[in-house]
């Protein structure tokens, strides 16, 4: 056995309920806080059908239970993979999986995978989930994609219940396969020629292998499992000649194995043994964040910095299941974003575009809001960014801490103990101080420079129909921390005139935020496509108070555009707009005569060298600039800027004083400044900015569908 253990703790088993209230009809293993698998028979058994049906049961609600039954969560069927017989009395496929209703609650752990092989000591649990329902039980043969397990003639035996339940080798606790059926003997007086007690299961390398069939990409995503790869037997044999070199003493080498084991929640023996250096590498291979916990040790329990400890790092690169951060490390970088988020939600993703401006981004933080469910996802991805040292053997900072920093930057000084966290993490890895002090001062020079953060108010202007001179003004507010809710005001749901619309439009702005806490709203404007070059920016908004005068719209906001109208129109257009948006980084495209009609456009941004243009700047006649604006949109760009007063390419320059071209961040607030010069200006531009803000929210009927109805802020 292992020097390192795994306690033994709760069985990993999640109940499948009968649907009229009775006991667990069979287990199901966590997948992620929000799937569970099973065996599809299980769910047939659940839900009263025939065992071996085959017909998706689409609309059908399963309840499954956690903690021996306290806590019951409704699930639907979201992967069906009926059974398939085979000779012999059993059958291929026979696998589900479950989406929940809500999280799986706190303490329910995902189980992690690894293949099964023939030898392993495995344990299953009945559905009930009761620690004594334990079967012990052996992998006696891998055959046609089947596990066959036999249980020694002792203790409980795989049967009824058991079905979906984790396969667990004892040695590690990792999931191996799930229990499907077992092998009776015929009726009768059991006989010496009888089989007795042998069960099979699903190998984890067939689960994947049918689902990846399904087509259920998105769930293998979630599945934590041991990420081996072929090049880790290179790796192991280098990693066993650092460990030695580390830790040449077996004294030393217990030391800080049994930190790492308290690190990771592991059992040791309690005697004066080391592990062997064989042991120890196995676990930096297999287990997640294993490897920096333990140069974690070593850094600070060193009086001074093992020279060796980076040949450890640069290993910790090859090894996918090492990451970068230790287990310490991951879980205060966690906690303390979660206070940023609930604060300004926005903050992560604007650090992000700041700090990595050459580097793609991953999508979670080309949002404009980072919820805390998607925490894990952004620090994992940009975990994942390589580091190396540099060619004067100095360690470059990993695009995780240059991202710290920009966050850091980002809050109020009494709020920047995530840079003592940055402090410590880059000690640890070797990046030299001139290198932190270098981002440090980018990130204090990006903060000064950075506007406020703003809430955005959403304005949905539709015609009145029979009357034209009449439109509809309804009105939403997304927050600084990113919840979203409908502004009720006096006016309800009446037609208005331009001039009363407008005075709704400020008034809501100006009452849906803090002026001590952040900037103005920014105010995105959705219309119809004939709509788009309706002047809303320069509407007369009224004047606040008896004292000031009254400014058009698109002077006290930054006023843009949105049509929704074209991606019912144009049902791909959304996916395109999410690629070209992706990091989130200026491609900017500046038509001039040489492409100056749709058709030349269209083959530019379809195909061509503009395949990945976010940002178009639209010259040209009125007749053009309609045709190009169609391409556009149709197209997914998300940023499109014209004059709306323009004649011919001849009056490009009159843009040339907002910089159309510069940072693309910016730009809305550049093309505020530019409609609020005291003489006038020399264009009329449009906007449009839809880099995904109201994603996920209705665009028809009443509005969002995130919004509680009875959470409405009235704006008189």
Not at 209 to 233: F, I, K, S
Not at 586 to 595: F, I, K, Y
Request: aromatic fraction near 4%; proline fraction near 9%.
């Amino acid at each position: 056995m292992s020097w390192f253990r795994r306690p033994a703790g709760e069985p990993p088993v999640v109940s499948v309920l009968r649907r009229d209230g009775g006991p667990a009809v069979g287990a199901a293993a966590l997948l992620s806080p929000d799937r569970v698998l099973t065996c599809a028979h299980v769910v047939n058994d659940a839900l009263g059908r025939a065992p071996r049906s085959t017909r998706r049961p689409d609309g059908e609600v399963v309840e499954v239970a956690f903690c021996q039954g306290e806590r019951r969560v409704k699930a639907h069927v979201e992967v069906w993979v009926p059974e398939r017989p085979r000779p012999g009395g059993t059958w291929h496929g026979d696998v589900c999986v479950l989406l929940l209703a809500e999280p799986a609650p706190p303490g329910a752990e995902p189980v992690v995978w690894a293949d099964m092989a023939e030898g392993d000591d495995l344990r299953a649990w009945h559905g009930s989930g009761y620690q004594v329902t334990f079967a012990d039980v052996e992998a006696k043969r891998l055959d046609d994609g089947l596990g066959f397990v036999d249980g020694a003639l002792s203790g409980a035996a795989i049967g009824p219940g058991h079905s979906g339940g984790p396969l667990l080798r004892r040695a590690d606790h990792r999931a191996v396969g799930l229990v499907a059926g077992e092998l009776r003997p015929p009726a009768g007086p059991l006989q010496s020629g009888h089989v007795v007690r042998r069960a099979w299961g699903l190998p984890w390398q067939s689960i994947r292998a049918e689902l990846t069939a399904a087509g259920a990409d998105e769930v293998l995503a979630v599945c934590h499992g041991d990420r081996r790869e072929p090049a880790d037997a290179l790796v192991g044999a280098e990693l066993l000649t650092v460990l030695r070199e580390l830790m040449p003493l077996p004294a030393e080498r217990a030391e800080h194995a049994r930190q790492l084991a308290a690190d990771l929640g592991l059992d040791t023996p309690q005697d004066d043994s080391a592990p062997r250096p064989e042991e120890l590498a196995e676990l930096l291979l297999g287990t997640a964040r294993a490897l920096p916990t333990l140069s974690e040790s070593l850094a600070t329990r060193s009086r001074a910095r093992p020279g060796h400890l980076d040949s450890l790092l640069r290993l910790g690169t090859a090894i996918p299941a090492a990451g970068l951060l230790s287990r310490h490390e991951y879980a205060v970088l966690a906690e303390r974003l979660r206070t940023v988020v609930a604060r300004d939600a926005g903050l992560p993703g604007r650090a992000a575009q700041a700090a990595l401006r050459f580097t793609p981004l991953p999508p979670v933080l080309c949002t404009a809001a980072l919820r805390p469910d998607q925490l894990d996802e952004a620090i994992t991805a940009l975990e994942s960014y390589a580091y190396e040292p540099g060619p004067d053997g100095i360690t470059r900072m990993p695009p995780l801490l240059h991202w710290a920093e920009f966050v850091a930057a980002g809050l109020t000084e009494a709020e920047r103990d995530l840079r003592d966290w940055s402090d410590r993490v880059c000690a640890r890895l070797g990046v030299h101080r001139a290198a932190l002090a270098e981002r440090r001062a980018d990130a204090e020079r990006w903060a000064r420079s950075a506007t406020p953060p703003v809430s955005r108010l959403l304005v949905r202007l539709t015609p009145e129909s029979g009357s034209p001179d009449l439109l509809r003004c309804r009105l939403w507010q997304r927050t600084c921390d990113g919840s979203v809710r409908r502004l009720d005001t006096a006016a309800g749901d009446t037609p208005l005139t331009s001039a009363e619309a407008a005075e709704l439009i400020r008034v809501g702005a100006e009452r849906s935020y803090d002026p001590a806490r952040s900037a103005p709203p920014a105010v995105d404007v959705e219309v119809t496509r004939a709509w788009l070059h309706l002047p809303v920016d320069q509407w007369d908004g009224g004047s606040p108070n008896e004292y000031l005068p009254s400014q058009p719209l698109g002077v006290s906001f930054q006023l843009t555009l949105l049509c929704p109208e074209m991606s019912r129109r144009v049902p791909d257009r959304d996916a395109h707009r999410r690629r070209r948006w992706g990091d989130g980084h200026r491609r900017s495209l500046v038509v001039d005569a040489s492409c100056a009609d749709g058709p030349r456009l269209a083959r530019l941004l379809a195909g061509g060298s503009h395949y990945t243009t976010n940002h178009v700047v639209v010259n040209g006649s009125p007749e053009q600039r309609e045709q190009m604006l169609n391409v556009c949109l149709a197209l997914g760009v998300p940023v499109v800027l014209w004059d709306r007063d323009a004649e011919g390419h001849e009056h490009a320059d009159r843009l040339a004083p907002l910089a159309p071209t510069g940072a693309l961040t910016d730009l809305p607030e550049r093309v505020r400044e530019f409609r609020s010069r005291p003489e006038r200006p020399s264009a009329s531009p449009a906007l449009v900015w839809d880099v995904g803000t109201w994603d996920g929210l209705a665009t028809e009927g009443h509005g969002p569908q995130q919004i509680d109805p009875d959470e409405g802020v009235r704006a008189p």
